[in-house]
């Protein structure tokens, strides 16, 4: 339990350093409102557990034994982040439907943004080498659960503890949408921040270190 409390301490610790999970998070809900936001935040975190799986069958060490493969995934996570990003600034619903129609199609949009956000958690090389980095520190060969299990709850934990991180961000950003709501201009240039730092962080995904 010592060890456990330690690394919630430390998993705490990064989760309220600002990310690029927060930023996604945020900039679905500029783009879509407070649901959009909430659905891509339940995206994350279940996307989240196929790295988690990932890690506690040891698969996520592919990334270290097959470099190409691990920048592959890099490349194709930081593409889609761009084209969703683009796809903001098509978008003109917010410009050309009435309400009753913009209300109508809210939940699709929220349930693209639940989609979406699944497949750009799983293109995300990097969540997989941050378990695979991260979470042996706290692994204690001697306890009663097997190592694959302590893996699993341990990865579980920081996944919980994001995920609560990012739906705070979005309530923050759902404030600033409420206040904006009346205003078309101010929508429309919601929707384009939001779809600028999806394009952002595409980019620093495909550019950034390793």
Same mark, same amino acid.
């Given at each position: 339990?010592?060890?456990?409390?330690?690394?919630?301490?430390?998993?705490?610790?990064?989760?309220?350093?600002?990310?690029?999970?927060?930023?996604? !998070? /945020? $900039?679905?809900? #500029? *783009?879509?409102?407070?649901? &959009?936001?909430?659905?891509?935040?339940?995206?994350?975190? +279940?996307? %989240?557990?196929?790295?988690?799986? !990932? /890690? $506690?069958?040891? #698969? *996520?060490?592919?990334?270290? &034994?097959?470099?190409?493969?691990?920048?592959?995934?890099? +490349?194709? %996570?930081?593409?889609?982040?761009?084209?969703?990003?683009?796809? #903001?600034?098509?978008?003109?619903?917010?410009?050309?439907?009435?309400?009753?129609?913009?209300?109508?199609?809210?939940?699709?949009?929220?349930?693209?943004?639940?989609?979406?956000?699944?497949?750009?958690?799983?293109?995300?090389?990097?969540?997989?080498?941050?378990?695979?980095?991260?979470?042996?520190?706290?692994?204690?060969?001697?306890?009663?659960?097997?190592?694959?299990?302590?893996?699993?709850?341990?990865?579980?934990?920081?996944?919980?503890?994001?995920?609560?991180?990012?739906?705070?961000?979005?309530?923050?950003?759902?404030?600033?949408?409420?206040?904006?709501?009346?205003?078309?201009?101010?929508?429309?240039?919601?929707?384009?921040?939001?779809?600028?730092?999806?394009?952002?962080?595409?980019?620093?995904?495909?550019?950034?270190?390793?």
């Amino acid at each position: 339990m010592e060890l456990y409390l330690a690394f919630a301490i430390t998993t705490a610790t990064f989760a309220l350093i600002p990310g690029p999970a927060m930023l996604y !998070a /945020a $900039a679905r809900t #500029l *783009a879509g409102g407070r649901r &959009a936001g909430m659905m891509a935040s339940l995206g994350l975190h +279940l996307g %989240g557990y196929v790295h988690v799986i !990932a /890690a $506690a069958a040891g #698969l *996520a060490l592919l990334f270290h &034994a097959v470099p190409p493969l691990f920048m592959a995934m890099k +490349l194709a %996570g930081a593409a889609y982040l761009v084209w969703l990003g683009l796809s #903001l600034f098509r978008d003109r619903d917010n410009t050309k439907r009435s309400e009753l129609k913009r209300s109508e199609l809210a939940p699709l949009s929220a349930e693209r943004a639940f989609a979406q956000s699944i497949v750009v958690e799983v293109l995300n090389p990097k969540t997989a080498i941050f378990f695979l980095a991260f979470l042996p520190q706290f692994v204690d060969a001697s306890a009663g659960l097997p190592v694959w299990a302590q893996l699993f709850l341990l990865g579980t934990t920081v996944n919980l503890t994001f995920s609560a991180v990012d739906i705070v961000c979005v309530c923050f950003a759902s404030v600033v949408m409420a206040k904006l709501r009346r205003s078309r201009r101010s929508q429309r240039i919601m929707q384009r921040i939001g779809g600028s730092i999806l394009v952002a962080l595409g980019a620093r995904l495909a550019f950034g270190d390793r």
